[in-house]
């Protein structure tokens, strides 16, 4: 006689489910515990007056293209705002390259903040991350920075970047539940094989 064992009454039908759900359980803890990645980068270029959209005020159209490093590494900077040069207020999107070409992507919201004198000014804004690409692809969060420039001419000056904030990436597929899916498919046909007659060949194949 056998001594009784605690999965003796589990079918390989049964045993098979029981492997999937726990590695589909483990999975989604895997899931569930991906946490907010911290982002900061500095980045320093040329934001240029591209276009005079409307006189009044007056508004216009802003183009930044600068270069720097932060949490994933070198990066490349591009952003376009409309800014209100009377009260400084604007708005736009950007976007950071890094140096293995991933994308993220944002729109932000931004104040100008007049300098000591004429050339010089701040900046303050909050951006709100949109996906991206790469690593970057499906992130969600929320990045505040700050900037200072100086116009060296009419239309164009120096300005420098710092961003900080956090992004939620999408996780890849856990590794747990792939590996329980493929043991599961691998496993199915030796169950089919070793059941024989009323399912007792695949109970005595797992004791």
Do not use: W
Request: charged letters at 10%.
């Amino acid at each position: 006689m056998h001594p009784s064992h605690p999965n003796s009454g589990c079918t390989p039908r049964s045993r098979l489910a029981q492997i999937v759900c726990a590695g589909l359980c483990c999975g989604a803890i895997g899931a569930a515990q991906a946490a907010a990645l911290p982002f900061t980068a500095v980045v320093e270029g040329t934001s240029t007056i591209v276009e005079v959209i409307s006189p009044a005020g007056p508004e216009v159209r802003v183009q930044t293209v600068a270069t720097g490093s932060g949490s994933p590494g070198l990066l490349s900077y591009f952003s376009g705002d409309v800014i209100n040069l009377a009260t400084g207020q604007g708005s736009g999107s950007n976007r950071f390259v890094s140096g293995t070409g991933d994308e993220l992507l944002g729109t932000f919201a931004v104040q100008m903040v007049p300098g000591a004198d004429a050339s010089l000014f701040d900046l303050i804004g909050d951006m709100a991350v949109q996906g991206g690409s790469g690593i970057f692809q499906g992130a969600t969060g929320k990045v505040t920075f700050t900037g200072s420039g100086q116009f060296f001419s009419a239309t164009e000056a120096r300005t420098r970047f710092v961003f900080q904030g956090s992004l939620n990436t999408v996780p890849e597929p856990p590794s747990s539940a792939l590996v329980a899916l493929a043991l599961a498919a691998a496993l199915l046909p030796r169950l089919h094989r070793r059941a024989g007659p009323g399912g007792r060949g695949g109970q005595a194949a797992f004791r």
